[in-house]
């Protein structure tokens, strides 16, 4: 991921040029019942008119690939309907009462009129989200010696890019790769060819077999969960690209599948920007349906956290759908090689809160994603594209020495340790549900961090980062903790909203769940966020402010402020969804 370096005279052009397309801010307060009740409780402001605003309208003979989703689970007289408009189905995404149509742009307008649909937005396309260990950082190898969990008979589904047969899924029985499916146009195969999703996979349930005695291997590279299940839903092609519409497809075949397999995780190591409220889009309501079926969905925050292209340093990128309040959003650290916590640091790239137009805080928690060694898929799009991240065997090896392993950064790599850690609190105690398990990991999250951080990219430019909940949540993955841990969410666990005092010039933290804690300790308390870390030039406390009199996005009359609590605008022009990494070799 290049930093973007332009002269102050031409970010400010590009400032005006943009927030000239500004949109309304969507303000929600969040709570979470269902896909639909969540707008009504949420108190977000009215989208104006049906459509999304980045649908391209402008040539009326075109054919576009739209997302409709409608009042009521669509019946055949709304397909009827809609084919007599000339529309094509493509999928039926009835999870969220919406279908995927490829249809004339001269149509559209039919769609305004009627009354069943609800809202139409663009099949957008979605992108993926020195070799450092992430266990000890994260006390994994701690919670293995003290409990001895494995991840044994959980099932987690990785929607990504497939997965390859390897040897670290083996077991005497077979493989632990339990379901394989694709959801690409015109593919049948669901083997990585690009190289990513396995790589995830292998972070949440590589048993290290292929690093054993023997291998050349100077030590065992094992995931969070080395006998979890895998369901590998393949989304994304052999260029780590896909669409919302498959992604929401493999969503809900998670969910079908979810008696069969035991699915109680979702990993999404993907997304794409946001474009609306999360209350409106479609990936946010696929991932409320999996959640509220009993399915953890962990979702990585995004890369851009080094994108100054607004004057937000950073802040205010986390893509879709980790904008929503009720998954639990990840981002990235970087262990800088060591097997204590104390000197890790945030990733520069690691996307910050909090949301576009909801203003949600995010991310929720953090895990190490840089340069971590995992699977390989060898002559993958990845590995082709850069095999000076391969692993190679340096010591003897029993028989040929051949490389199984290599290394990505990203929050792409961040999310499954965390899909890991989850896989182990259900195995403990398969009946708790997914916001105990939100709550109990941001509870316990290690937060022990400092105030700023230095870090460079591979191309030595520097980042000064600064520690706040926009930055990284609740705190760093303690799996012990969370483990030890006996809380009970009595309510939901949604992200909290963060509101902007323009009488004291400060943020605060705004609950509007009642999420509590059996006794006496309630969400978005001190217990949960912290009290010692110093953010700018206040201490969080129990009132919740963030801030105090320092506001990172400088005065109200900045472009990046505005684009935060103004009018924000639709962030970037890629409407690309895919995988949150890229071939960079993490950084300095």
């Avoid at 249809?103 to 020195?130: E, F, T």
């Avoid at 077999?209 to 393949?234: D, E, H, T």
């Avoid at 949960?528 to 320092?550: F, P």
Wanted: proline share 4%; net charge neutral.
């Amino acid at each position: 991921m290049k930093p973007r370096r332009l002269s102050a005279e031409k970010w400010k052009g590009i400032g005006k040029a943009l927030l000239r397309l500004a949109i309304p801010a969507l303000f929600a307060t969040a709570s979470f019942a269902s896909s639909r009740t969540l707008d009504q409780q949420s108190g977000a402001t009215p989208y104006a008119g049906k459509f999304a605003r980045d649908i391209d309208r402008h040539n009326p003979n075109a054919m576009v690939d739209v997302i409709v989703q409608f009042k009521v689970t669509p019946t055949a007289q709304h397909y009827q309907r809609m084919s007599a408009r000339g529309a094509t189905l493509k999928s039926k995404l009835h999870s969220i009462k919406a279908a995927s149509f490829r249809i004339p742009v001269s149509a559209l307008a039919q769609l305004q009129s009627d009354p069943d649909v609800l809202y139409v937005s663009p099949d957008r396309q979605v992108r993926l989200s020195d070799y450092e260990s992430f266990a000890s950082a994260v006390e994994a190898d701690v919670a293995a010696q003290q409990y001895g969990f494995d991840g044994t008979g959980v099932g987690v589904a990785v929607i990504d890019s497939g997965v390859a047969d390897h040897a670290d899924f083996h077991t005497a029985s077979g493989t632990r790769v339990i379901h394989s499916e694709s959801f690409v146009p015109g593919i049948t195969s669901a083997v990585d060819a690009y190289g990513h999703g396995t790589h995830v996979s292998g972070i949440i349930g590589g048993n290290g077999s292929a690093s054993g005695s023997g291998s050349g291997y100077s030590k065992q590279i094992v995931g969070m969960a080395p006998n979890v299940n895998i369901i590998n839903l393949r989304v994304l092609d052999q260029n780590g690209a896909g669409t919302d519409s498959l992604v929401i497809a493999a969503i809900q075949r998670a969910i079908a599948l979810k008696t069969q397999y035991n699915i109680r995780v979702i990993n999404l190591s993907l997304g794409r920007p946001v474009f609306e409220s999360y209350t409106l889009d479609p990936l946010c309501q696929a991932v409320e349906q999996a959640w509220a079926a009993g399915i953890v969905v962990v979702v990585a925050a995004g890369n851009d956290g080094r994108d100054d292209s607004m004057g937000t340093r950073g802040f205010a990128t986390i893509g879709a759908p980790g904008n929503d309040p009720a998954v639990i959003t990840v981002g990235a650290t970087r262990t800088m090689g060591t097997a204590p916590r104390g000197d890790d640091a945030i990733a520069s790239y690691s996307s910050k809160g909090p949301t576009l137009l909801d203003h949600i805080v995010k991310p929720d928690i953090v895990a190490p994603g840089n340069r971590i060694g995992s699977l390989i898929v060898k002559n993958s799009t990845l590995d082709v594209a850069n095999p000076s991240l391969e692993i190679p065997p340096t010591g003897t090896c029993t028989g040929t020495c051949t490389t199984k392993y290599f290394r990505l950064s990203g929050t792409s790599m961040a999310t499954p340790v965390v899909s890991g850690a989850v896989a182990l609190m259900l195995q403990s105690d398969p009946t708790l549900t997914p916001d105990t398990v939100k709550a109990r990991i941001m509870k316990t999250a290690w937060k022990g961090f400092g105030v700023y951080c230095n870090s460079y990219d591979v191309y030595n430019n520097l980042y000064t980062n600064q520690y706040d909940i926009f930055t990284y949540g609740a705190g760093y993955l303690d799996v012990d903790a969370a483990l030890a841990s006996s809380d009970v969410a009595t309510g939901v666990a949604l992200s909290p909203t963060a509101t902007y005092n323009s009488a004291n010039n400060t943020v605060s933290i705004v609950n509007t769940s009642s999420v509590t804690w059996g006794t006496s300790v309630v969400w978005g308390s001190s217990i949960v966020w912290g009290t010692s870390i110093i953010w700018g030039n206040s201490v969080l406390s129990a009132n919740s402010v963030v801030w105090g009199n320092s506001v990172v996005w400088g005065n109200t009359v900045d472009t990046g402020f505005s684009v935060v609590w103004g009018n924000s605008i639709v962030w970037g022009s890629s409407t690309a969804t895919s995988a949150f990494s890229d071939g960079q070799d993490g950084e300095n």
